[in-house]
């Protein structure tokens, strides 16, 4: 008996272990799905030349201020993405708090195969001004 609590003892430590840190950005998902994939579609990979992508762009990778911003105040005027110009505004979405861009945010940059890290709520709050 005493050898089969130790096994799953260390059987629960190994599993919890091996999902420490991993996360699938659930909210980020579910709000992503609410406020921006009817234009950015569900796999992010916009509209033709009228909606810009999120899978694999550049402009998301590398301008994560502007990205926080955009969401809250819009966009407008022409934005290149991966190197094609895209000249469609985008509203803004001034009532969603600061909690769920992060978690967009977050989802975006982790979804599609991007790898563009995770923002906290610091860099949100100082962004969306």
């Known amino acids: 008996m005493r050898h089969l609590l130790i096994v799953l003892l260390l059987g629960t ?3 919890l272990f091996s999902y ?7 909210q980020g998902h579910v709000l992503y799905d609410q406020h921006c994939g009817n234009c950015h579609m569900e796999d992010g990979a916009g509209l033709r030349q009228l909606i810009p992508p999120l899978a694999g762009s550049d402009y998301l990778r590398d301008n994560p201020a502007a990205v926080v911003h955009g969401i809250v105040h819009g966009m407008q005027g022409p934005l290149v993405v991966n190197d094609i110009t895209y000249n469609q505004p985008m509203p803004g979405n001034k009532e969603l708090t600061e909690f769920q861009i992060v978690n967009i945010v977050n989802y975006i940059n982790q979804a599609w195969g991007n ?4 923002i906290t709520v610091t860099d949100a709050r100082q962004w969306m001004e």
């Open 20 to 26: 420490c840190g991993k996360t699938t950005h659930q």
């Open 13 to 15: 430590v190994l599993f």
């Open 115 to 118: 790898d563009y890290g995770l």
